[in-house]
């Protein structure tokens, strides 16, 4: 067999490529069903927490922008935590993270997570190897004790490919839009991608539990991943469309004497 043929896990020939509008259609009937699911949560006081893991340039803030831009974010809480204080480091691990966990009628998704001990902090060297073993020890107690509070945990981790993750960081360098997702943190782990995925192999055999398994999304395709990760999110929770009264815009009042003021408005410059 040569390279050319060699796959990866579960790899198939490559669909066409998903055209715009084709995904834009796609995408908007998913964002109808989100929003019956949020107000389905809202109504019936759930808790959800998803959490999206992989390597850098896999897709995750996409995804998640994918999941939350036509949601309420009152309902759909996004949290990605910056480097820990000296305080933090000084707690429990978990103590950090579970402040952020959903309260009845919330969803929260972790752009990164508690599985940063099992990942970069692992890999980069800013935990010992005991504290990483300790973690993945622990990991299963504390996420059953999530679940058995009420709590729906989903956990994903989106797999890219290292030719597709080379391309997607390339090109941060060259869009001014996009330089800033580029930290040093991300150039010096680019070249570790094999301890990368012994870390996500340890991970996934600690931590891959029957009350939170975790869900690979393959994400070299980010349009397909986004669909494919909303549907199944969606698959996963169990709920019903809540009864809407008819809307219909009320008669505006009338004006009552009221007139516009002369006053000097500081439009702004109409550019375009």
């Known amino acids: 067999m040569n390279s050319k043929s060699k796959k990866g896990k579960g790899d198939a020939s490559p669909p066409e490529e998903l055209k715009n509008k084709d995904y834009e259609r796609e995408l908007k009937k998913l964002h109808v069903e989100l929003v019956k699911l ?13 959490v999206f893991e992989g390597r850098d340039g896999a897709g995750k803030g996409g995804a998640i922008k994918a999941i939350t831009e036509r949601v309420s974010p009152r309902l759909f809480r996004v949290v990605a935590l910056p480097a820990p204080t000296e305080r933090e480091k000084s707690q429990m691990y978990f103590q950090r993270y579970a402040p952020y966990w959903p309260a009845a009628g919330e969803v929260v998704i972790f ?13 980069m060297g ?6 990483s073993k300790r973690f993945l020890e622990m990991a299963p107690q504390v996420e059953k004790a999530m679940v058995d509070s009420g709590i729906l945990l989903i956990k994903y981790w989106l797999e890219v490919s290292p030719e597709e993750q080379t391309r997607r960081l390339e090109a941060r360098i060259e869009d001014g839009r996009k330089i800033w997702k ?7 782990s680019y070249n570790r991608w094999y301890d990368y ?5 340890a991970m996934f055999a600690a931590t891959d539990t029957p009350w939170a398994p975790w869900y690979v999304a393959r994400s070299d395709d980010k349009k397909r991943a986004r669909l494919n990760i909303i549907r199944h999110l969606l698959s996963q ?5 809540i009864p809407r009264d008819p809307v219909k815009l009320p008669k505006r009042q009338k ?9 000097p408005f500081k439009f702004i410059p109409e550019a375009y």
Not at 111 to 123: H, I, K, L
Not at 182 to 188: A, I, K, R
Not at 237 to 241: D, G, I
């Open 111 to 123: 752009d990164r997570s508690w599985y940063n001990r099992a990942g970069v902090e692992r890999v």
């Open 126 to 131: 800013f935990c010992t190897e005991e504290q």
């Open 38 to 50: 949020q107000e389905w949560v809202r109504h019936e006081g759930i808790k959800i927490c998803i």
């Open 255 to 263: 004006a009552g004497g009221y007139r516009e003021p002369d006053y």
């Open 237 to 241: 929770v169990p709920y019903k469309e």
């Open 182 to 188: 580029l930290s040093p943190m991300d150039l010096q």
């Open 197 to 201: 995925s012994r870390a996500r192999d």
